[in-house]
Structures are given as C-alpha cells and as structure tokens.
C-alpha cells in the first residue's frame, strides 16, 4: 500500500514556499501562517455542522455528540478523523463550494489586502487541492463529493476540467501573495 504525504506535512512546505515567494522575510508573514493554519481547518468546522445540524441522527454523529457531552473531546476529534469518509455530504466537498470558494478567494487576494484573510482561503483551497489529489485514486468517489448538491455526475473529461481549473486558480493566487 502506498502511503500518501500527510496533510500537516503539506501545509508546512506550502507555507515555507509561501514565506519563500513573499521576500524579504517580515514578521507579518506570520499573520498568513495564521490564517493559512486557520482556512486547513475549516472543513472541522463543516465535520461539526455535520454532525450537530445537517445529520445529527447519523451513527457517527451520535457518537460524537455522546463523546463531547461528557466532554471527551478528544476523542471525539479521534473518532472524526478516523471516520471522515462515512460524512460525505460536507458543504465544504461540492461543486458548489469549488464555484463560491473561486469567487471569494479571488476577491481576497486580489483587493483586501489582508495576509490573514488570504491566508484564510489559501488555507481552505490547500485542504481542498490535498482533497482532490487523495481523491483522484477513485474518480467515482471525488464524482460524488464534488456533484452531491447538484444532483449530476460529471464525466471524467468533465472532472479533470473542474480540478484543472480550480488547482490553476488555486496555483496562480498562490503565486500572487
């Protein structure tokens, strides 16, 4: 079995290339780390979501609720992590999402200014390109999570569009900061 490069892993040679891209060093670099740690861990947000208000009647989801109410939290974390697959309707795992994320991440790292803030959504659409890369293992399986709201499948000609589109997208607001 091949193993695959962990997430935290990533995100640290992303953020040292990122510091790269931006010289000379200044301490504000730290306010896109930040932010670039912080838009990684959206998608617990959207886990939580999941859990406490889309499908709290899910298995997985009444465990973790039966975890924090006697606040094993870490457990909980644990138990996410390890179950990630079976919450496959995230709001943040959609076509939708790629579309909104696109819009937003433009705008922010184009006119506000603002590391954080462009850390935010460079963050979001690193977890999302790691997402997709895991994902291109089992087309089928990254058909589902990205077409879910929109009640289509895409084929694969059209699935290598949308990827290729969001990772140039994604590439060339990284190599804007």
Known sequence: MKKT???WLVALAYLGILTLLRL????????????????????GIDRLVYVYLV???DQLSIEVKRLAAVKHYREAVRL????AAEQERLVSRSILFLFGWTAAAIYVVTSTGSLFASGVVLGAGLH???DMALGWKDKEKLKSWLC????R???DRE?????GLFLMVFGLLTLMM
């Open 148 to 151: 879910w709201q929109i009640k």
């Open 80 to 83: 996410l992590v390890k179950r």
């Open 55 to 57: 499908h709290p009647e």
């Open 128 to 130: 999302l390109a790691y």
């Open 5 to 7: 490069l962990p997430l």
């Open 24 to 43: 000379p060093w200044q301490w504000q670099v730290i306010w896109l780390w930040a932010g670039t740690l912080l838009g990684i861990g959206l998608e």
């Open 159 to 163: 699935l290598a569009v949308v990827v």
């Open 153 to 155: 499948s895409l084929t």
